[in-house]
């Protein structure tokens, strides 16, 4: 595999990871998806500009982008960062998860049973 054909399979599997789809990153940069698809085919030289461009959507530094390893974090480092984010996330939307719950209860749980009792009282069940 040559240089081009390395960096353009290096956008793809990001791309993919990010669970991006070809229009989606036609759509952010612009083109179409025909011109997209070329790119991820190396059929089409990538600009500077277009390259940073890519990065940024991918949100991956460049030189990481272009391979080079020594400047790139290991795999096992971004999916110790990657394990940190999602915890965090996780956390913060069981602590949503609860705070819906309690308003749950206060709006409709309360108000539903008291209805359900005085309800019962007037058909006669106790």
């Known amino acids: 595999m040559n240089v081009i054909s390395n960096l353009s399979e290096r956008i793809r599997q990001v791309r993919l990871q990010k669970g991006l789809s070809q229009e989606n990153m036609a759509d952010m940069l612009g083109l179409s998806t ?15 500009s ?9 949100e991956i530094p460049l030189p990481e982008l272009l391979g080079f390893d020594s400047l790139s974090m290991s795999e096992t480092e ?6 940190t984010r999602i915890l965090s996330e996780n956390r913060r939307l069981q602590n949503e998860l609860e705070q ?5 209860r206060q ?8 209805e359900i009792g005085e ?3 007037r058909i006669g069940f106790k």
Do not use: P
């Open 107 to 114: 709006w409709f749980g309360e108000g539903i049973v008291r």
């Open 100 to 104: 819906w719950k309690i308003k749950f």
């Open 34 to 48: 025909t011109a997209y698809g070329d790119l991820e085919r190396g059929r089409t030289e990538l600009s500077v």
């Open 78 to 83: 971004w999916l110790r960062q990657e394990n």
């Open 119 to 121: 309800h019962r009282e």
């Open 50 to 58: 277009r390259l940073e461009n890519i990065s940024k959507l991918l």
